[in-house]
């Protein structure tokens, strides 16, 4: 689990060594891009304020500490997580921040923010539907009828996981070649939604993120049975798009932006969701053996 961190998360392994805690084509897209891009950058960002990142363990939870001070949740709850690997990535994304921290690109600090005010006091039950309200919207389930050239790849590219996902879950859900969208039954929705109550609370926000960040459930799932790895996954999210980029071309620099931005998201979220359900694994086993 720790060289996972390490992969994922390239930062924790300077985290450790050191403190040893734990299109040219369209100029007017162009110049639109680098406006909205030059606007974002000179939004405030809070100075870096401290020099050490590090973790605490107490009482079985593990605590972030900058310098000496406990890391606090935005409403001002004391900030801890139950898993020493997915501490050690909180821990790392701090202590990557530069002169200015740039909270959205802390997704893992973001996840565990949410879990911990949960500030639409959301219940697991609340999150399950919010995810399956994509089951009508996945991406791969809706395949073009008016490029034939776009279809086949569609096809080819999307339809291997929908059998994967048909075989793997025991649904027998189809894509759609309209606006209407897919007819899902009301079994496959039953199946599909049981699925995710068997997760907790935690594992469950994590998948959100994942689905919400894809547009899709069936890619989200893929990834957390480690199907298909972060990379794949953006990739048949963003299928149409680089399609048409094939045709039309590209912003070299926005477009590799958008996919570094993307992949980090869905790798927080996943890697979010593999500790906690290990964690929660390793609780039943302990639970088991007294």
């Known amino acids: 689990m720790l060289k996972s961190v390490v992969r994922i998360f390239p930062q924790a392994s300077c985290l450790l060594s050191r403190q040893q805690i734990i299109p040219a084509r369209c100029p ?3 110049n639109l891009v680098k406006i909205q ?3 974002y950058s000179s939004l405030e960002k809070p100075k870096r304020f401290y020099k050490k990142v590090g973790i605490l363990q107490s009482n079985g939870d593990y605590e972030i500490t900058l310098d000496h001070r406990k890391l606090k949740t935005p409403n001002g709850v004391l900030f801890k997580v139950s898993s020493e690997p997915l ?3 909180i821990a790392a994304e701090w202590d990557a921040q530069c002169d200015k921290i740039e909270r959205s690109s802390m997704h893992l600090t973001g996840i ?4 911990i005010d949960n500030p639409n006091r959301l219940t697991k039950f609340d999150l399950v539907q919010n995810i399956i309200n994509f089951l009508e919207t996945d991406t791969i389930l809706y395949h073009t009828q008016e490029e034939e050239e776009l279809r086949v ?3 080819k590219e999307w339809g291997g996981i929908l059998s994967w996902f048909n075989q793997r879950y025991g649904t ?3 894509y759609c070649m309209d606006i209407s969208g897919p007819t899902i039954s009301e079994k496959d929705r039953a199946t599909v939604q049981r699925h995710f109550l068997s997760y907790n609370f935690d594992t469950v926000m994590g998948i959100n993120f994942a689905v919400e960040t894809l547009k899709s459930i069936v890619l989200a799932l893929a990834c957390v049975d480690r199907k298909l790895s972060i990379e794949e996954a953006v990739h048949l999210s963003k299928l149409e798009e680089e399609y048409q980029i094939g045709h039309w071309g590209r912003v070299e620099w926005a477009h590799d932006l958008d996919q570094q931005e993307l992949q980090a998201r869905v790798a927080a979220a996943i890697f979010y969701v593999h500790v906690n359900s290990l964690n929660e694994s390793n609780g039943i086993k302990k639970k088991a053996s007294n």
């Open 87 to 89: 501490a050690l990535a």
């Open 37 to 39: 891009f030059n606007q």
């Open 153 to 155: 790849i569609q096809e």
């Open 112 to 115: 565990c923010n949410t879990v």
């Open 172 to 174: 027998s859900i189809n």
């Open 28 to 30: 007017a897209l162009l």
